[in-house]
């Protein structure tokens, strides 16, 4: 395994629509890994494929419930319900943070690293990871959906008020 290199905004890849991966070989399988240990290491709540430079239709979700890793191949949304308000960020908008609304359940439909179709449901900040990552899978960014970032006093208000 290796770490790979998180590309920030403002770089091509993050605004191509990604290609279906065809060939579930040894090369997706190190695309994965890679995946893993960059998100791990970068204490984030999921990574796609091109945020590492890959333009192909891949992600990570952290799912909170199992404490993993939820790798999604060729992932779509089947339906989702509900909303939520709240915080969201992107590893490739360091440092920054804004306030998205997203629906509170999501249920995808995706590929494992093998080519075998699956079902997965998220809710809170697991359905938030699963709308985030397919996005990026587009070429969209969560920063389309806010007016502007927070400040620094915001966040620290809104982070006291989320303890509460
Ligand atoms: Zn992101």
């Known amino acids: ?5 998180i590309v920030e905004q403002g770089e091509d890849c993050l605004t191509k ?8 070989n040894s090369r997706l399988h190190q695309l994965l890994d890679d995946m893993a240990e960059t998100l791990s290491e970068a204490n984030g709540a999921g990574l796609a494929a091109p ?24 992932p779509e949304i089947l339906s ?11 590893l490739s908008v360091p440092g920054k943070w804004g306030i998205v609304t997203r629906p ?34 587009d070429g969209h960014m969560y920063t389309e959906h ?9 966040l620290e208000t809104y982070l006291e008020e989320e303890e509460e």
């Open 1 to 5: 395994m290796a770490l790979r290199k």
């Open 17 to 24: 629509v990604c290609r279906p991966v065809t060939a579930f």
């Open 51 to 74: 945020q590492v430079g890959v333009l192909r239709r891949v992600c990570l979700v952290l799912d909170e419930d199992a404490e993993e890793f939820l790798e999604l191949v060729n």
């Open 146 to 154: 806010i007016d502007r970032f927070l400040t620094e006093e915001e």
């Open 104 to 137: 509170n359940v999501v249920r995808v439909r995706a590929q494992d690293r093998y080519g075998d179709w699956f079902e997965a449901e998220g809710e809170g900040l697991t359905a938030r990871a699963f709308c985030h990552e397919i996005e990026h899978l």
């Open 80 to 90: 989702q319900s509900g909303e939520q308000t709240g915080l969201e960020g992107c």
